[in-house]
């Protein structure tokens, strides 16, 4: 975006117009039901798009969310999770073992046997290889991987370590280095395409649901769960850092879905309550403003940090296109425009400064006795620097402006 303003009244509207697009964050858009909606998948990119609930209920979207079609599912049990290779074949799962497969974009969806008799809680196809793994576990206890090479057609299981585990989420980097991860601390890995496994100490015994990898990168992932638990590694699962929430909105909120589309440090998580929370590459997670308080229960950046989208309870979809808005303004605090080159939002802020800019900018930011403290390339869009508590100068070129951080 470029705006280039010559007299005063301009330079307001301007503004105005500049502020009301850093704020679009998330809107919501018709899905045309009411049921809970438990998946999405964007398989290839922002516009076609999949999402699939209770009582059998899947919906697509060519346009990139602007209108959501109901299709023949075939099933009346309850999908609680959906993956697609591609724009045409993908897999549901849910229920009772219940699995369905479209080779045909959804026109067409057959069952399929996983081999579960037990519900499905997981599914995903990595890579372009037919490659995809889903699981389940036994309401008395015991998990079970299935993995297919054939885009669905067929399965076959491997079981996951500890008789009395209960698995319900995973997440694959690639077609041979994967996360399980479920209930009471549950967490394994496989770096072999589910030969074989071993455990993983996240060092938090909490119900996870929801692991992902960060796009591109089979090293690093996050796990979420109850109370806010977020914890991050960087060397495929060997050691984790416990993660925080900055000013939850409810502290015993569970996250239930986790998605890094890039590898800078990008990464939204979403749960109970309407919580959206993104994290900018610090150990803080920030809220989003979802404008709605139903669960959140899946999450999906399927081509880079700034088009996702979020589905949920009684048929909630969600979409931003700037990366969710601004991250990290305090309540009751207002946007502060200083300069054309650049805008600090939330002024006082907490743990460090979050940037503002139209375009890539050369930041240089100094404490009150003039020491440089960092300098960096703000890219466009949103940049957060963590800082310690104080006032600081940040100058982008010839423009200063004076930013407090607080505790």
């Known amino acids: 975006m470029s705006v280039g303003c010559r007299h005063t009244a301009a330079v307001i509207g301007c503004l105005v117009l500049f502020s009301s697009l850093l704020f679009a964050g998330w809107s919501a858009q018709t899905s045309g039901v009411m049921t809970d909606l438990t998946s999405v998948s964007f398989p290839e990119g922002t516009q076609v798009g999949y999402a699939v609930g209770n009582e059998g209920v899947i919906l697509k979207t060519t ?7 109901q299709q023949t599912s075939g099933t009346g049990s309850g999908l609680y999770a959906v993956s697609f290779q591609n724009n045409s074949t993908g897999c549901a799962v849910g229920k009772s073992g219940t699995a369905i497969r479209t080779t045909d974009g959804g026109a067409t969806w057959d069952t399929v046997s996983v081999g579960a008799a037990t519900s499905l809680y997981a599914v995903q196809f990595v890579g372009t290889g037919g490659i995809g793994y889903a699981c389940t576990h036994e309401p008395t206890g015991g998990s079970t991987l299935y993995k297919t090479t054939d885009a669905g057609a067929s399965w076959q299981s491997a079981a996951l370590p500890g008789s009395g585990e209960q698995a319900n989420c995973l997440s694959f980097a690639s077609e041979s280095i994967g996360f399980v991860a479920g209930l009471r601390g549950y967490a394994v890995k496989t770096i072999d395409g589910a030969t074989n496994f071993g455990y993983m100490s996240p060092g938090v015994v909490r119900d996870f649901f929801g692991v992902g990898f960060v ?13 806010l638990t977020i914890v991050k590694t960087a060397d495929t699962g060997t050691t984790w850092v416990r993660m925080s929430v900055n000013s939850p909105p409810d502290s015993a909120a569970a996250l239930l879905s986790v998605c890094a589309p890039v590898s800078v440090g990008t990464a939204y998580a979403v749960g109970a309550g309407g919580l959206i929370v993104k994290n900018l ?6 809220p989003q403003v979802s404008g709605v308080t139903d669960r959140l229960l899946s999450v999906c950046f399927p081509n880079g940090n700034d088009t996702g989208y979020v589905v949920g309870a009684a048929g909630v979809i969600l979409k931003t296109t700037d990366g969710g808005g601004v991250v990290g303004v305090g309540a009751g605090k207002e946007l502060v425009v200083k300069r054309p080159a650049f805008t600090i939002a939330s002024n006082p802020t907490r743990h460090g400064i979050m940037l503002l800019s139209d375009a890539d900018v050369n930041v240089v ?10 300098g960096r390339v703000a890219a466009k ?3 957060f ?13 010839a423009q200063t402006v004076r930013a407090v951080v607080t505790d």
């Open 63 to 69: 346009d990139g969310g602007g209108t959501w079609v």
């Open 281 to 286: 590459g610090t150990t803080f997670w920030y």
């Open 365 to 374: 930011v100094f404490d009150a006795a003039g020491r440089t403290v960092t």
């Open 215 to 227: 796009n591109n990168d089979a090293s690093t992932a996050y796990v979420v769960g109850d109370s």
């Open 385 to 397: 620097l963590p800082l310690r508590a104080g006032a600081y100068f940040v100058r982008a070129g």
């Open 381 to 383: 869009g949103g940049s």
